[in-house]
C-alpha cells in the first residue's frame, strides 16, 4: 500500500488474496488495512494538505498532465493488469480502460485553471467574492468493477482542486490501482495520495468514521453508499455516491433493426459481464416489435465470444469473484423455474470445458418479464437481461420509472421528438438517445433517486465535489483616517 510516501504493509502484517476470476487461481497477495492504518494514512494526508493546497493550481494541473503521459507509457501492462485480476476482456474492456484513466488525469490537468470563484455586484461601495476552497482530505472508496477507471475519476480531479487523499481500492481489484498510484507516486509530492488495501467493513468502514476525513466519496453499491452516508452524518461530512441501478431501455416500434439491436447489446455492458451500474436491464420491447427484435438480439448476444479475458480475440470474460458469480446464477435458476419468464437465450453456466474453469455466465435473456419480478427489480450485475413487453407510452414510462433507482436509461426510436419526449419523463441521471455508449468527460454524470448522490466527470462536479465556496465581503468605503 501506499501510505506516507513509503510502500508499506499492513501495521498487523495481514493480507487479501487477489484472484484471477478468469482461471480461478491466486495471482498475488495485498495488505488488509486495518483502522490502524487508516489512522496513519489520514494523518500523513492531513500533513501534506497543509502544503499541497498552496502550490498554484495550474502547478497542480501540470502534475496531473505529467501523470497523464506516465500512464500512456504503461497502457498495455495496466490493461494485462486489470483484465487479469477483474476478469474483464483485454480487447473490449481492460485496454479502454486503462486508456480512460490516462485521459481522466489529462482532462481535469487542463482544468486546474478553471478553480475560479465569482464576484457579486453587491454596491459601489462592498466587494463581494467567492473562492473555492479544496476541503481537506478526501476518502475515496472504490469498487471492482472498474476499478481503475474510477480511481483515477477520483484522484484527478480532488488532487486538481487542491485535496490530499486517502483511496481504498476495492478487495478484489487493488492491483491496477497500485499501479496507478505509483504513477502518481512518482510525480506526487509524498502523502498527496496515499492508497490503502483492505475490507469493506475493516478499512472502508474506518475511512467512513474518520474525522479527519472532511469528504467522502464512494462509489459502490446502495447498501454501503446508505452506510457511509449514516457514518458520514455523524460528523456532517459532505458525500457523493455513485450506487446502483437498474436501468430502463424503451424502444419504440421504429427501431426495430440492427442499430438498436447493437446498441442494445452495448447498453446492457455484456463485454463487461454487465457488471456496471449503467446497464440497461430492464429491456422495454414494443409489442409490436417484441419477437422479431428478441430474435435478432438473442442472435447476437448469444455470438459473443467468451473466454479467457488475456486472449484477444475474447468479447466478454469471467464475473469478478465466486460470490457474485453464485448470486448471478441464483438468479438465473430463479428465471429458469418462473413459469411465466422465457428463455430466450443463455442459461445456467457451462459445467464442464474451458468454460467452466472460470467464473464464465452466458448472456442471459429471459422474454415475457413483468416489471414486478424481483429479477426486474433488483441490480443483478451480471448479464441477466429482463425483456418485458408494453403497448402504450404512459404505461412505459411508469414502468421505467417504477424503481427506486435512477441512475441510467436509454430511448431507441428514429422520431428524435418522441425520443426526447421520453427521455425528459424518465427519472434517471443520465438518458441516451439511439446509443449506449459509457460516459464522456465533459459530461455531468451520477443518479436520482437511490442512484446517487453528486455527479462525477466534469469540470461541475470537480468543483462541487471537491471544493468549498467560501464568500469574502469587503467594505469599501471606511472613512479616512482623521
Ligand atoms: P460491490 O457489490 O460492487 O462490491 P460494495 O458496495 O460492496 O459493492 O463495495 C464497494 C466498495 O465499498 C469496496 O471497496 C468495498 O470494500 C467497500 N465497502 C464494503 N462495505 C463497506 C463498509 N461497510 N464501509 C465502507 N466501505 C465498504
Redesign the pocket.
Known amino acids: 500500500m501506499l501510505i506516507a510516501g513509503q510502500w508499506t504493509d499492513a501495521l498487523d502484517g495481514q493480507h487479501i488474496e487477489v484472484e484471477n476470476p478468469g482461471r480461478r487461481i491466486i495471482v498475488a497477495t495485498v495488505p488488509r488495512a486495518q483502522s490502524a492504518d487508516v489512522n496513519i494514512a489520514v494523518a500523513a494526508a492531513q500533513k501534506a494538505f497543509a502544503e499541497w493546497r498552496k502550490v498554484p493550481p495550474r502547478q497542480r494541473g501540470k502534475l496531473l498532465l505529467q501523470i497523464a503521459d506516465k500512464l500512456d507509457e504503461q497502457i498495455e501492462q495496466m490493461a494485462h493488469t486489470i483484465a487479469m485480476e477483474t476478469g474483464n476482456a483485454i480487447r473490449t474492456q481492460a485496454r479502454p480502460e486503462a486508456t480512460a484513466a490516462a485521459d481522466i488525469f489529462r482532462y481535469f490537468g487542463g482544468l486546474a485553471g478553471e478553480l475560479k470563484g465569482e464576484q457579486i455586484p453587491i454596491n459601489e461601495s462592498m466587494l463581494s467574492y467567492s473562492r473555492r476552497e479544496p476541503i481537506g482530505v478526501v476518502g475515496a472508496?472504490?469498487?471492482?468493477?472498474a476499478p481503475v477507471l474510477l480511481a483515477a475519476l477520483k484522484i484527478a480531479p480532488a488532487l486538481c482542486a487542491g485535496n490530499s487523499m486517502v483511496l481504498?481500492?476495492?478487495?478484489?481489484a487493488p492491483l491496477g490501482v497500485l499501479l496507478l498510484a505509483k504513477a502518481c507516486d512518482e510525480i506526487l509530492p509524498p502523502s498527496v495520495l496515499n492508497v490503502l488495501t483492505?475490507?469493506?467493513?475493516e478499512?472502508?468502514?474506518?475511512?467512513?468514521e474518520h474525522p479527519g476525513i472532511l469528504k467522502l466519496s464512494?462509489?459502490?453499491?446502495?447498501?454501503?453508499?446508505k452506510?457511509?452516508m449514516q457514518?458520514a452524518s455523524d460528523r456532517v461530512a459532505p458525500v457523493s455516491l455513485e450506487?446502483g441501478g437498474k436501468s430502463p431501455s424503451i424502444v419504440f416500434p421504429d427501431a426495430n433493426d440492427d442499430w438498436a439491436v447493437d446498441g442494445i447489446i452495448s447498453a446492457m455492458r455484456f463485454t463487461r459481464q454487465s457488471?456496471s451500474c449503467t446497464a440497461g436491464s430492464r429491456l422495454f420491447l414494443h409489442a409490436d416489435i417484441y419477437d422479431s427484435f428478441l430474435e435478432k438480439l438473442a442472435q447476437k448476444a448469444s455470438a459473443l465470444k467468451m473466454g479467457d479475458p488475456l486472449d484477444e480475440a475474447t468479447d466478454m470474460g469471467a464475473i469478478?469473484n465466486k460470490k457474485?458469480f453464485d448470486k448471478v446464477c441464483s438468479y438465473i435458476d430463479e428465471g429458469l423455474s418462473l413459469p411465466d419468464a422465457r428463455l430466450v437465450t443463455g442459461g445456467m453456466p457451462d459445467t464442464e470445458g474451458p468454460l467452466s474453469e472460470g467464473y464464465f455466465s452466458h448472456p442471459t435473456i429471459f422474454a415475457d418479464a413483468s416489471n414486478d419480478w424481483r429479477l426486474s427489480r433488483e441490480e443483478i450485475?451480471g448479464p441477466v437481461l429482463m425483456a418485458i413487453r408494453w403497448n402504450d407510452e404512459d404505461e412505459v414510462v411508469r414502468m421505467a420509472n417504477d424503481s427506486h433507482y435512477g441512475l441510467a436509461a436509454f430511448v431507441w426510436s428514429r422520431d428524435i421528438g418522441q425520443a426526447l419526449r421520453t427521455a425528459h419523463r424518465v427519472e434517471a441521471g443520465w438518458v441516451q438517445v439511439n446509443q449506449g455508449i459509457g460516459q464522456i468527460l465533459g459530461q455531468s454524470y451520477g443518479g436520482v433517486k437511490q442512484s446517487g448522490i453528486g455527479r462525477e466527470y466534469s469540470l461541475e462536479s470537480m468543483l462541487d465535489s471537491f471544493t468549498q465556496k467560501k464568500s469574502v465581503t469587503v467594505n469599501l468605503d471606511i472613512p479616512k483616517p482623521e
Do not use: R, Y
Open positions: 472508496i472504490i469498487p471492482w468493477n481504498k481500492t476495492a478487495e478484489d483492505g475490507l469493506g467493513h478499512c472502508g468502514a474506518a475511512m467512513a464512494f462509489t459502490g453499491s446502495t447498501a454501503v453508499g452506510s457511509i457514518a450506487l457488471q469478478i457474485q450485475f
